[in-house]
């Protein structure tokens, strides 16, 4: 009897776990296993040609025009990431200090703040593609008001990066403003309260106590900012297009990837050698990065 309940405890632990294995092995493993061993081949068509080695990484990073499309889209995503550290997770951490004050009123606004993150990358592409026309967009019509000229914001160079970014702000600011209101709400009222009464201001309280104090939430935030940055690819397909257009300004690493091993309506021209060889990088690059990213961020907390 005694031997018995050890077992039935595993099989117990086997059959909570088999499901999710099951589902990482089927759609997470086996397509990064296979995208490995495609990136060896050269392809003719949907079928390999032959055993290549390391000649389509080679050609992806070291040959034209190939290494300046890699550059040119990993060079956004890096723009993408450091903007929305900048203005997406700033933003955030201001509107979850200002809930954390429970202003009248405070429970709606968090609805209000996180509505945007329900809603599906196409609706808000689309939906910033209507305020951002560049003749009965809401974007231009307002502005207009004030005696500016309306703008193609998505065709132009200068502002299409821009403007797609400012879409993904409004779409996911929720996310990390609860995830960083979460870790205010555990701070001790006790703590906050002293801070006040030894005439701390905003600024102060923000710098040295609540900043410190939120160590964790920062590292979820920053983490799956990073990740999120650099498999960027809903956005500005809907609002810009398969070839991140206008002048590739827009093209990034999901979409190069993308058009790389399945071709574009524009060029029909199709790789998968060298599209797998992309994605194998782009997951080595995003896993690396993370795990240091990771380390030290922990590292942080403990010290914290």
């Given at each position: 009897m005694t031997s018995f309940l050890p077992r039935r405890r595993t099989l117990w632990i086997i059959f909570l776990l088999a499901p999710a294995t099951i589902t990482m092995t089927v759609f997470v493993v086996w397509p990064l296993l296979s995208a490995l061993r495609l990136s060896f081949y050269s392809f003719n068509g949907l079928k390999p040609a032959g055993f290549v080695g390391l000649e389509n990484f080679r050609q992806v990073l070291f040959e034209s025009p190939y290494s300046d499309w890699t550059y040119n889209a990993f060079f956004h995503n890096v723009v993408v990431?450091?903007?929305l550290m900048v203005f997406e997770n700033g933003t955030a951490f201001l509107i979850a200090f200002a809930l954390l004050k429970t202003l009248p009123g405070h429970?709606?606004?968090?609805?209000?703040v996180f509505l945007p993150v329900v809603l599906s990358a196409v609706i808000v592409g689309f939906l910033?593609?209507?305020?951002?026309?560049?003749?009965?967009?809401?974007?231009?019509?307002?502005?207009?008001l004030a005696g500016v000229p309306p703008h193609a914001w998505l065709g132009d160079e200068s502002t299409a990066l821009g403007s797609i970014i400012l879409a993904n702000v409004w779409h996911w600011v929720g996310f990390p403003t609860l995830v960083l209101l979460a870790g205010m709400q555990r701070i001790s009222k006790e703590i906050l309260e002293a801070a006040r009464l030894d005439g701390a201001g905003d600024g102060v309280l923000l710098r040295q106590i609540i900043w410190p104090l939120i160590a964790p939430s920062v590292?979820?935030?920053c983490i799956l900012t990073f990740i999120g940055s650099f498999n960027w690819f809903e956005l500005p397909y809907i609002m810009a297009g398969l070839t991140g257009s206008p002048g590739g300004s827009t093209d990034v690493?999901?979409?190069?990837?993308?058009?790389?091993?399945?071709?574009?309506?524009?060029?029909?021209?199709?790789?998968?050698?060298?599209?797998s060889a992309l994605a194998v990088l782009m997951f080595v690059f995003i896993a690396g990065v993370t795990a240091i990213a990771l380390r030290i961020l922990r590292r942080r907390e403990i010290e914290v």
């Open positions: 990431f450091i903007a429970r709606a606004h968090q609805v209000i910033w593609k209507l305020l951002l026309h560049p003749l009965f967009g809401l974007v231009n019509q307002t502005l207009a590292t979820i935030v690493l999901g979409l190069y990837f993308y058009r790389t091993a399945f071709g574009s309506v524009t060029s029909g021209i199709q790789d998968f050698g060298q599209g």
